[in-house]
């Protein structure tokens, strides 16, 4: 069974910074996309970035130039490093997986447990 396991979020002060991590537990035939997005209170979850198997990445607007995603495919682990935070960047932050668990399965799409990020002002 995949399962997604999310590390790194906590309190930070505006201007500081934070490295998410998130792992996938168990076996996986193939990852496609790996992903990071954010919920803030009342508000839909959006995408932050993702970054494809042949390791090209894309970032939502307001995050451009602050945040950088990258993977490690040998270790099935996505990273979110987040410099210049800013309040606006208060959310939750959910890991996302698109893979094949098996040769012969469809395709799946997993979801972290969420971390919390607080940027104080």
């Known amino acids: 069974q995949v399962q997604l396991v999310e590390s790194g979020g906590g309190l930070v002060q505006a201007g500081g910074s934070l490295r998410l991590s998130c792992a996938v537990s168990?076996?996986?035939?193939?990852?496609?996309?790996m992903g990071w997005y954010r919920q803030a209170p009342g508000k839909q979850r959006d995408l932050v970035a993702g970054?494809?198997?042949?390791?090209?990445?894309n970032y939502a607007d307001s995050v451009k130039g602050r945040i950088t995603i990258s993977r490690d495919s040998a270790k099935n682990t996505v990273y979110l490093q987040m410099n210049s935070l800013k309040p606006e960047d208060t959310a939750v932050y959910y890991c996302?997986?698109?893979?094949?668990?098996?040769?012969?399965?469809?395709?799946?799409?997993?979801w972290g447990q969420g971390t919390q990020v607080t940027v104080s002002s």
């Open positions: 168990g076996s996986i035939f193939s990852i496609i996309a």
């Open positions: 996302n997986v698109e893979g094949f668990p098996r040769r012969s399965s469809g395709l799946g799409n997993y």
């Open positions: 970054i494809s198997s042949d390791g090209r990445t």
